[in-house]
T-cell receptor
Framework: DTAVSQTPKYLVTQMGNDKSIKCEQN?????MYWYKQDSKKFLKIMFS???????INETVPNRFSPKSPDKAHLNLHINSLELGDSAVYFC?????????????FGPGTRLTVT | AQKITQTQPGMFVQEKEAVTLDCTYD???????LFWYKQPSSGEMIFLIY??????QNATEGRYSLNFQKARKSANLVISASQLGDSAMYFC???????????FGSGTKLNVKP
């Protein structure tokens, strides 16, 4: 049973297109995240949702819009894709609050914009 | 300001030897958590070990131990008896409770030589 799943695993598309990446977790966690890992392997948080509410929104272009239909899902929609959007996008989840708990990561989605 | 610093972009270690991966962090929050993740070439992020800021003892998980020096704000990962399968990127991360936000270091690429 996959704890955090993402689809698709690979996504190749052209500049200007709109695409979505889906994320689902079956761990019962309250908080979900989107990270971007660039070609230099640097991992940067983009968004965080707690119980469907946005709690962290880093400096990310408006072209990126997260949507959380329920606390088990956090999708990422990207409009007007640009070359610089090429990266690996990771979804993650964790329980909310407390002393801090590990994050469980999805397998990642490798986005290539041509 | 950089929250997590990993000063070793790459390291080599001989199989069966121990290796220490450095991590320093910056926070004024008294309550925080420190993590190490492994990212093999296949791309997934694998949780290795966790240390809470109030934990009195250093965390250990099998061959992994976290050398937590609170006054120095360091959280080095020690891998004992290195194996070829330990070759991967290793990320140090910190979460601050107030924001439930994770900060990641830039990673250290470990190569284990036979």
């Amino acid at each position: 049973d996959t704890a955090v799943s993402q689809t698709p695993k690979y996504l190749v598309t052209q500049m200007g297109n709109d695409k979505s990446i889906k994320c689902e977790q079956n761990l019962g966690h309250d908080t979900m995240y989107w990270y971007k890992q660039d070609s230099k392997k640097f991992l940067k948080i983009m968004f965080s949702y707690n119980n469907k509410e946005l709690i962290i929104n880093e400096t990310v272009p408006n072209r990126f819009s997260p949507k959380s239909p329920d606390k088990a899902h956090l999708n990422l929609h990207i409009n007007s894709l640009e070359l610089g959007d090429s990266a690996v996008y990771f979804c993650a989840s964790s329980p909310y609050g407390g002393q801090a708990y590990e994050q469980y990561f999805g397998p990642g989605t490798r986005l290539t914009v041509t | 300001a950089q929250k997590i610093t990993q000063t070793q972009p790459g390291m080599f270690v001989q199989e069966k030897e121990a290796v220490t991966l450095d991590c320093t962090y910056d926070t004024s929050d008294p309550s925080y958590g420190l993590f190490w993740y492994k990212q093999p070439s296949s791309g997934e992020m694998i949780f290795l070990i966790y240390q809470g800021s109030y934990d009195q003892q250093n965390a250990t998980e099998g061959r992994y131990s976290l050398n937590f020096q609170k006054a120095r704000k360091s959280a080095n990962l020690v891998i004992s008896a290195s194996q070829l399968g330990d070759s991967a990127m290793y990320f140090c991360a910190m979460v601050q409770n107030n924001f439930n936000k994770f900060y990641f270091g830039s990673g250290t690429k470990l190569n284990v030589k036979p």
